[in-house]
Antibody, heavy 121, light 109 residues
Framework: QVQLVQSGAEVRKPGASVKVSCKAS????????LHWVRQAPGQGLEWMAW????????RCAHQFQDRVTMTWDTSIGTAYVELNSLTSDDTAVYYC??????????????WGQGTLVTVSS | QTVVTQEPSLTVSPGGTVTLTCAPS?????????VDWFQQEPGQAPRALIY???KKHSWTPARFSGSLLGGKAALTLSGVQPEDEAEYYC?????????FGGGTKLTVL
């Protein structure tokens, strides 16, 4: 069964960092790009970044370029996104999703369940 | 930074047809874009409906179709069902980066 399972909810203070994980199962981890998408409460979806776990190539949306770090562990089929210098505007549900590495057409056919990150003093 | 515009809300009667559109601030949607459409219900993760402008996933109901219409990306629902009431998002990607539209709240009434 194809699944992306994310880590649990996090609470951070402004200025801190948070790291969210996304564990893949039921498919070959290195056959897919992993993307990160977030959704602030009551707001729309926002694409953040992708990583190619084969090559380490990555790309971030302009607004995240200085604050996002993506890593991965192929041995356990898990990708991570870390966001630093958090502000209240980073309070959101963070999703991981996948994209076929051979076509790279952003089909996003499978999504994680989402991880709520709350930034509050 | 490209902004992608969708209708904020639309209302359709059961059994009717409705078209949602998606347009970039940079101009028209061309073949250089990948276009995807997603459905999201409250409290749920998004669900992919359409990719690469007009391709359906195996689970996408036949009443959903994607196209390009007058320079915009379009999602058409024909024979709308009550369960189609949801938020719909388009995603335009090009050159390795993507931008979601603001979403359309579809009401079936």
């Amino acid at each position: 069964q194809v699944q992306l399972v994310q880590s649990g909810a996090e609470v951070r203070k402004p200025g801190a960092s948070v790291k969210v994980s996304c564990k893949a199962s039921g498919f070959i981890f290195t056959d897919y790009y992993l993307h990160w998408v977030r959704q602030a409460p009551g707001q729309g979806l926002e694409w953040m970044a992708w990583i190619n776990p084969n090559t380490g190539d990555s790309r971030c949306a302009h607004q995240f370029q200085d604050r996002v770090t993506m890593t991965w562990d192929t041995s356990i089929g898990t990708a991570y996104v870390e966001l630093n210098s958090l502000t209240s505007d980073d309070t959101a549900v963070y999703y991981c999703t996948r994209d076929d590495i051979y076509t790279h057409t952003w089909e996003f056919d499978q999504w994680g369940q989402g991880t709520l990150v709350t930034v509050s003093s | 930074q490209t902004v992608v515009t969708q209708e904020p809300s639309l209302t359709v009667s059961p059994g009717g047809t409705v078209t949602l559109t998606c347009a970039p601030s940079t101009g028209v949607v061309t073949s250089r874009y990948y276009v995807d459409w997603f459905q999201q219900e409250p409290g749920q993760a998004p669900r992919a409906l359409i990719y690469n402008t007009n391709k359906k996933h195996s689970w996408t109901p036949a009443r959903f179709s994607g196209s390009l219409l007058g320079g915009k990306a379009a999602l058409t629902l024909s024979g709308v069902q009550p369960e189609d009431e949801a938020e719909y998002y388009c995603l335009l990607s090009s050159g390795g980066a993507g931008v979601f539209g603001g979403g359309t709240k579809l009401t079936v009434l």
